[in-house]
């Protein structure tokens, strides 16, 4: 099946610094979805993006919708401890219909 | 914003027991609901998607026999663990999907222990 490559895997960080992550692919996507997910919680979405080359941010969070639809990257600035958990990135393909294709997930950990 | 909500949290049952998970939209309409299960340290796997008031679509490998998906209404989708065995203990997580301009709003999920 389709997949999305996530990186990196897992991230132990000094408090306050900043986080990047990143998930490419082989296929087109017509959206791109970053959630975060805390140990026995359901996911929980942090930023969606619609468009290609869509910038958007939400708080400390940045996340851009590559031009060729075929990547995303997430920012996290001035990282703090309630960062931790695990990010997934998640995509919608056309030819999928309604259902997402989801990333690794990278595991971040904040050393405070 | 979108609220579903999915229950119970947490259940261990015997083993040859069924176990019933709801999922429900609160403020929305879900046009189509997903089921995915998750193992420890791992991404999530869409067992199945359903929609209101048809037969759902099982993702290949996935027991529809074993996982009974029920689609009743545009809130409501229950799956039910069927002759549950330790094999089947996991994390258990809904998401639901109203129109075009909503977007996945997931549960907090359901963790199943088979005894």
């Known amino acids: 099946g389709q997949q999305l490559n996530q990186s990196p895997q897992s991230m132990f960080i000094q408090e306050g610094e900043d986080v990047s992550m990143n998930c490419t692919s082989s296929?087109?996507?017509?959206?791109w979805l970053w959630y975060k997910q805390d140990p026995g919680e359901g996911p929980v979405l942090l930023i969606a993006l619609y468009k290609a080359g869509e910038l958007t941010s939400n708080g400390r969070l940045t996340a851009q919708f590559g031009i060729t639809r075929k990547d995303s990257f997430l920012n996290i600035s001035a990282s703090i401890p309630s960062d931790v958990g695990i990010y997934f990135c998640?995509?919608?393909?056309?030819?999928?219909?309604?259902?997402?294709?989801f990333g690794a997930g990278t595991i971040l950990r904040v050393k405070s | 914003g979108a609220v579903v909500s999915q229950h119970p949290s947490r259940v261990i049952c015997k083993s040859g027991t069924s176990v019933k998970i709801e999922c429900r939209s609160l403020d929305f309409q879900a046009t189509t609901m997903f089921w995915y299960r998750q193992f420890p340290k791992q991404s999530l796997m869409l067992m199945a998607t359903s929609n209101e008031g048809s037969k759902a679509t099982y993702e290949q490998g996935v027991e529809k026999d074993k996982f009974l998906i029920n689609h009743a209404s545009l809130t409501l989708s229950t799956l039910t663990v069927t002759s549950a065995h330790p094999e089947d203990s996991s994390f258990y997580i809904c998401?639901?999907?109203?129109?075009?301009?909503?977007?996945?709003?997931f549960g907090s999920g359901t963790r199943l222990t088979v005894v």
């Open positions: 296929s087109i996507f017509n959206t």
């Open positions: 998640a995509g919608q393909l056309k030819e999928y219909g309604n259902k997402l294709v």
């Open positions: 998401s639901a999907k109203g129109g075009a301009n909503y977007g996945y709003t």
